[in-house]
């Protein structure tokens, strides 16, 4: 009883009171900064993750050369899981066969034997059926790793070490590029190609403080495994490079073949990095099925060990250009990829770097790297002098010593006193075979130390002169691009970058049947269109969790426009909207919204109407539609939010409207006449409602003799005399609304 009496008490004695709140914070924050920097951002001086150095240090460990026979993928995996990475098989094996695939890794780090997976989404084959083996791009990532070139760490369980970062004489994190997705950030970085990688290092050797401008007359943007053409101008290139963000635009590459008739096909043959081929079929396929390409007669996929996808139009006279930018605007020919040039800077810090930034973290490790095995190397060359030093002595002396050897009970004490050998110079004269003691030997002998004091002589001039350094780094560079030229396959150069294209009007070059649909918006943004104008509400079903937010009629020939949180309009055709079989596509795949930001509102195109928008800061306009008809993907700018604000309101004006409801977060509601409120094409706007905090929440225009109907179940108008009190200036405080008032 007592020793259960001792027992809660000793319990007792280390439990802590501490509120939930702190325990929770300080525990997410631990698994957020594990995530961020032991998971999903690589390092900006290797570009590897975690799992991929561990990988590629075990395949080291293994001697899987490229040289020498490839071993089973399952016994790699079995050692990395083992004794480096113990975060469960399939993780790491993904991870193997991602550095494998051509299509997927510009320089692919793996050479793989089996079946890895292809490009058209066939998953690869069990590790136990597949070999791997290092490439000669992985061999230079890992060059040095035994010469004290980077710092080393306890494993896991502390039974064994593992290299913080690998020495890389390979760019791979700008060459492969990475993606990654951690607590509260991400890493997006594109493949590169390494020939003109190589261009920018020098040019960034020579000429430290160029500007990327500079940097990109050398490496002029991606360049993907599967090729296609990056759709961008130099401006927009520069400013994602410049700034560590953006996206831009990759299509497929394309051509026309005549055939007999005097017809003509469409020919892929290279598509959008990271586009499943098997998955781009089946899109077009259904979207064929639905009726949605009518320009577009049947696909057929005749690839091979290339890409060969063969468009056969509908009719010789349909233009391939106006065809094409159908299929770029409604199927992943044509893929947005976005770039967030987030690493770890030093392999501590997480942070958004610029090319130039990205480059220069690769020249500053390649800097490190050769300092540190230069140091390596001088101390293995004085170690070795020493013994030479030693053995030389011995040569001079080789009587004596073979006298004392053979007549001391401990001759080691002996040499030591009577030739002031050190004690590593003894032991090497006592382990000294008598085959080494012919005239030959001591002539090698002293080639050798002669061979070794130039050597070392070489590395202190190079220790001592910042110049000589970065020219060594420039020669392995040189070597390096040698390897990997335009000239060689691997090397030559697969996307072609081009200017973007002028935009084609598919509204007029391809009419569309006028057909009614009822256009239907999820509140988690799953948008659909039924056919037909009779659709009930109450029969239209939602995922579970999710809820009705836009529901209304229009024709299958209108323009469907968005408006979105950032102040952008985004239009899309209502004929390609997908059909209501299913939950529907979600919205933000249709537009390119961009992350944070929220769709506002959804309605259908009137040429002829107006709308008023605001942002929630107060501060709005009145704007024609005419003005915001986007003709791109990304949408056009329209309301520009204050710094803080966002855009929340976008309501239509009627044609008779004369007045403007403004109602505050603070309940306050304020009118006041139409014409106090500017007519603009874009803008900020002016300030709606003064507001100490908390903004606007609402604002409809109105015509004040028809009085302001508000409510949804159960309508109610207020007079224009009811009105009266409410009435005031254009960005007055206003009146506590009745209560429950809302616009």
């Given at each position: ?596 930001h929220d769709i506002t509102n959804l309605f259908a195109y009137d040429p002829a109407g107006k709308l008023l928008v605001a942002s929630d800061s107060g501060h709005g306009f009145i704007v024609p539609q005419s003005e915001i008809l986007a003709q791109t993907k990304s949408g056009k700018q329209i309301l520009n939010p204050p710094a803080g604000a966002e855009a929340k309101i976008c309501t239509a004006v009627p044609a008779n409207a004369d007045h403007v409801a403004v109602l505050g977060a603070n309940k306050k509601l304020l009118v006041f006449p139409m014409d106090q409120l500017p007519e603009m094409a874009k803008g900020k706007g002016v300030l709606l409602q003064k507001s100490k905090d908390g903004g606007i929440i609402g604002a409809r225009a109105f015509n004040l003799k ?38």
């Amino acid at each position: 009883m007592s020793r259960k009496n001792n027992t809660t008490a000793a319990v007792q004695e280390i439990i802590q009171d501490l509120p939930l709140t702190d325990l929770l914070a300080e525990r997410y924050l631990a698994y957020a900064l594990s995530t961020i920097t032991s998971r999903s951002l690589p390092d900006a001086r290797d570009g590897l993750k975690p799992v991929h150095r561990r990988l590629l240090y075990a395949m080291s460990q293994l001697s899987l050369r490229p040289t020498t026979p490839p071993k089973k993928s399952a016994k790699i995996v079995g050692e990395v899981m083992g004794n480096y990475h113990p975060h469960g098989d399939s993780s790491i094996y993904d991870a193997l066969v991602r550095l494998a695939q051509d299509f997927a890794a510009r320089y692919p780090l793996i050479d793989g034997q089996g079946n890895f997976g292809n490009i058209d989404g066939d998953n690869p084959a069990a590790m136990r059926y597949t070999e791997s083996r290092l490439t000669v791009a992985a061999e230079l990532l890992l060059q040095g790793i035994d010469e004290n070139a980077v710092d080393f760490r306890s494993t896991y369980d502390d039974t064994g070490r593992e290299p913080v970062v690998l020495p890389a004489a390979f760019p791979n994190l700008l060459a492969n590029g990475a993606s990654g997705i951690a607590v509260g950030m991400a890493t997006s970085i594109p493949p590169h190609n390494v020939a003109e990688i190589c261009s920018a290092l020098l040019y960034l050797i020579k000429s430290p403080k160029a500007a990327i401008s500079d940097i990109l007359n050398f490496m002029p943007g991606p360049d993907f495994p599967t090729g296609g053409i990056l759709v961008e101008d130099r401006e927009m290139i520069e400013q994602v490079y410049t700034t560590g963000r953006g996206s831009l635009r990759l299509r497929a590459k394309w051509e026309i073949e005549k055939i007999s008739g005097g017809g003509y096909q469409i020919v892929v043959t290279e598509i959008p990095w990271l586009v499943q081929k098997g998955k781009l079929e089946e899109k077009i396929d259904q979207l064929l099925q639905e009726k949605k390409l009518p320009l577009l007669d049947d696909i057929r996929d005749e690839s091979a060990e290339d890409i060969r996808l063969v468009l056969i139009p509908k009719s010789r006279n349909i233009d391939a250009d106006i065809l094409m930018a159908q299929l770029f605007r409604m199927t992943e020919l044509e893929a947005r990829i976005s770039v967030n040039l987030n690493a770890l800077d030093k392999g501590r810090v997480p942070r958004v770097m610029n090319l130039k930034e990205l480059l220069q973290a690769f020249l500053d490790h390649r800097h490190e790297v050769l300092v540190r095995r230069s140091e390596w190397r001088l101390n293995k060359i004085k170690d070795r002098l020493e013994i030479l030093g030693g053995l030389l002595i011995a040569y001079l002396n080789l009587d004596e010593v073979i006298r004392i050897i053979r007549t001391e009970d401990e001759p080691k004490p002996v040499l030591i006193k009577k030739f002031k050998l050190s004690e590593t110079q003894a032991e090497a004269i006592l382990n000294m075979r008598l085959r080494n003691l012919r005239k030959l030997e001591e002539m090698e002998i002293r080639g050798e130390d002669k061979a070794l004091k130039e050597e070392q002589a070489a590395l202190l001039d190079l220790l001592s002169s910042d110049k000589k350094r970065w020219a060594a780094i420039a020669d392995q560079i040189k070597a390096m691009q040698k390897h990997f030229g335009a000239d060689t396959p691997l090397g030559r150069r697969r996307t072609e970058i081009t200017a973007a294209p002028a935009e084609i009007n598919l509204e007029d070059a391809i009419p569309v049947e006028r057909e009614p649909i009822t256009v239907v918006c999820s509140d988690k943004g799953w948008v659909r269109a039924f056919s037909k104008h009779d659709t009930a509400p109450d029969s239209v079903k939602y995922k579970e969790g999710d809820k009705e937010k836009f529901f209304f009629p229009a024709w299958s020939s209108d323009k469907i426009l968005v408006f979105a949180t950032s102040g952008k309009f985004y239009a899309i055709g209502a004929d390609v909207l997908p059909s209501a079989r299913g939950h529907g596509e979600a919205l933000k795949l249709l537009v390119d919204v961009g992350a944070g930001h929220d769709i506002t509102n959804l309605f259908a195109y009137d040429p002829a109407g107006k709308l008023l928008v605001a942002s929630d800061s107060g501060h709005g306009f009145i704007v024609p539609q005419s003005e915001i008809l986007a003709q791109t993907k990304s949408g056009k700018q329209i309301l520009n939010p204050p710094a803080g604000a966002e855009a929340k309101i976008c309501t239509a004006v009627p044609a008779n409207a004369d007045h403007v409801a403004v109602l505050g977060a603070n309940k306050k509601l304020l009118v006041f006449p139409m014409d106090q409120l500017p007519e603009m094409a874009k803008g900020k706007g002016v300030l709606l409602q003064k507001s100490k905090d908390g903004g606007i929440i609402g604002a409809r225009a109105f015509n004040l003799k028809e009085g302001l109907t508000y409510g949804d179940s159960k309508p109610k108008t207020l007079s224009a005399a009811e009105l009266k009190e409410f009435m005031g200036e254009r960005a007055q405080a206003g009146r506590i609304a009745p209560r429950g008032f809302r616009l």
